[in-house]
């Protein structure tokens, strides 16, 4: 069996094994066993049992990813991030064992690669929001804000019986953070080129590890300093 097969097995009879387990029963002589492999294979794969883990986490978190990453954005920066805070919801909802994992377990100095990619992507949503002057906050103090109350409030649902976990409950908090974050009118002066820097300035912002503008071959300077004029020319031209 290929390599990357082994690899994709083993992840998906890890999250099986979550799922109906929990993250003590993920031990890694379980999950070989399932995977009908050797446990040397396992670590030669993995590391250890935390990177099996972050690689589980961001495995199972790969579909909430995908939608993310293909968010199309809308004409009010506001909106895709009401968006992007229903979607993690739903997923956390959907998929309580992977979200307690990523969420619920937390290793200081350890974070999922798939929890960064996700706080990337958060970011490079208020970028544009910031852009067209909605923040009345930092991006970075927006961002731990919009993190800890949804990741808090799915937490806090998944802790209760499953028939009593209803998303209208928590609805209204997302409205009250998204308020007292943004100015919830974009000005009246828009302009196509202000669009189009602002929806560059998300293309090209840092997705976990990577970033598109370094790996085309510029500087780290060349991309902050790419990054400051779109921002710049988002503000503007307006």
Known sequence: MAVEDQRERILSEAVKLLASAGAAGLSTRAVATAAGVQTPTLYRLFAD???????????GFESYLAEKRAFEPADDPIDDLRRGWDVHVAFGLANPAIYTLMYGSVRPGRQPAAAAENRAILRGMLERANARGLLRTSVEAAAVAIEASTTGAVLLLLAQPEEARDVELIRPLRDIVLNALTEQKAPVDASPIADRAEALLGIVAPAGDADPVTDA???????GLLREWLARLGKASR
């Open 49 to 59: 049992k935390d990177g099996l883990l972050d690689a589980v986490a961001t495995f």
């Open 217 to 223: 071959g510029f500087s780290v300077f060349e991309a």
